[in-house]
């Protein structure tokens, strides 16, 4: 009861943190820039558990993504923007590949193992328009793919134990079964709004909510990124994946070399988690997941040219009763625009 309350306690805090932050007027406060981008973006994303020593829960994720410049944008998207409440918002669409790996703690067992998460992989593809202006950007995005066997997560996670030497993850048998997902997503950030100038470094705090709709997750978040570094780049944080925005693929760099350390934190209510809730229209294993959770991320990012890299490393709270600790793992990233 008291763990509950915590998470209750952190996720109103959290909430309010992005409310008092994030007054859309402020956005009114900052330029827009008023030529087109012409550089689209490339990114790739790999998570793993591995990088933080362990090998369970959320155990990796890899997306490869595209977001085109703003002066490649087909003639029905700017037909549609031209509906949009700010019409002259820099828009570009996006577009990623990406699979997700989740299993329990013990992968040794070859029988089912109750009271922990199951074993789950989700293949999908995703397809965004990002809307930008100045400091805020609206990001909507439909995700397709399968969550189950097609998902391919017992090939591509024992394949790459025998890469490394690793053991044999052998409870895949006992999966959550074939289900086509479908997810809705919409983002919205405020770049900057809140910034500093400390020993002659840039700082920043970039607020955000958002939510998804679907079979595979439906929840609401809101939380706050911040930044400190040299040259800034106009970016809104390095991607995620699970599946990542569109929106978060996006960065313009200011000069040549910019470098920045980032640390995050939001709140998440849960209405549904295929992985944790299980299929939707067959029994399959599941656990009884938390309602609220929080999640923490700190890192390094660094761009040079029109090259963008970071580092991050990311704690979760634990998202079903019984489980015995926060879920850990590391991101890098790797972003070229063209």
């Known amino acids: 009861m008291k763990k509950c309350l915590d998470y209750k306690i952190l996720f109103a805090l959290m909430l309010g943190c992005s409310l008092l932050l994030a007054p859309t007027a402020r956005a009114d406060d900052q330029p827009s820039r008023t030529e087109e981008d012409n550089k689209g973006i490339f990114t790739l994303a790999f998570e793993n558990d591995y990088f933080v020593g362990q090998d369970e829960e959320y155990t990796s994720g890899e997306r490869i993504s595209w977001l085109s410049s703003e002066t490649s944008m087909p003639d029905w998207v700017r037909y549609l923007g031209s509906y949009a409440p700010n019409p002259t918002d820099h828009k570009r669409i996006g577009i990623s590949l990406g699979q997700s790996i989740f299993t329990p703690r013990n992968t040794l067992s070859n029988t089912p193992i109750l009271n922990d998460r199951p074993y789950a992989a989700w293949l999908y593809g995703s397809m965004g328009v990002i809307a930008e202006t100045g400091p805020v950007i609206n990001t909507y995005q439909l995700t397709l793919g399968v969550v189950g066997p097609d998902a ?69 978040m809101t939380g706050v990124m911040f930044r400190l570094g040299h040259n ?42 295929i992985f944790l809730d299980g299929n939707t229209f067959q029994s399959s294993p599941s656990v009884n997941k938390r309602d609220l959770v929080a999640n923490a991320v700190g890192g390094i990012a660094a761009t040079y040219g029109q090259a963008r890299i970071a580092y991050n490393y990311a704690f979760r709270t634990d998202e079903f009763r019984g489980e015995p600790r926060m879920n850990n793992f590391g991101a890098v990233t790797l972003a070229y625009r063209f």
């Open 152 to 220: 391919l997560g017992k090939q591509v996670q024992n394949s790459i134990h025998d890469l490394i030497g690793d053991h044999t993850a052998n409870g895949w048998r006992y999966q959550l079964k074939n289900e086509p997902g479908a997810v809705l997503t919409y983002d919205h950030k405020w770049r900057g709004y809140y910034q500093r100038n400390p020993f002659g470094l840039s700082f920043d705090a970039t607020p955000h909510i958002g939510a998804n709709l679907g079979n595979v997750y439906t929840n609401a």
């Open 232 to 273: 800034l780049p106009d970016d809104y944080g390095p991607p995620e994946i699970q599946p990542s925005l569109a929106g978060s693929d996006f960065f313009i760099p200011t000069h040549e070399l910019g470098w920045y350390f980032f640390a995050g934190i939001d709140g998440e209510a849960v209405g549904r988690n």
